[in-house]
């Protein structure tokens, strides 16, 4: 049975920490994936600084979290003068 995110996600940070903690400064990324059970290119990516699937920010979000919130206050600004949020407006 396949594994969950949660625990793939466990066994890659595991296998990161012994990447990380290599002495010489270059581990060898496969043989650590192959012990762990976790592909070499994910590892990989990670080790090189890449985010998890779970940390980085979604693909279809356009907005920043203040862009988002100024256009809801100016929405709300709009409805407090009776006038209604056309494009144009906003």
Excluded: C
Aim: hydrophobic fraction near 40%; avoid cysteine; charge should be positive.
């Amino acid at each position: 049975m396949p594994l969950s995110y949660a625990e793939l996600e466990e066994k890659v940070l595991t296998a990161l920490e012994e990447a990380q903690a290599e002495p010489r400064g270059k581990p060898n990324i496969t043989a650590i994936a192959k012990k762990h059970g976790v592909d070499a290119q994910r590892l990989r990516r990670r080790f090189h600084g890449k985010e998890s699937k779970s940390t980085r920010p979604p693909t279809n979000r356009k907005l920043t979290d203040a862009q988002e919130e100024a256009i809801l206050t100016w929405i709300a600004v709009l409805d407090k003068l009776e006038l209604s949020a056309r494009p144009a407006l906003i």
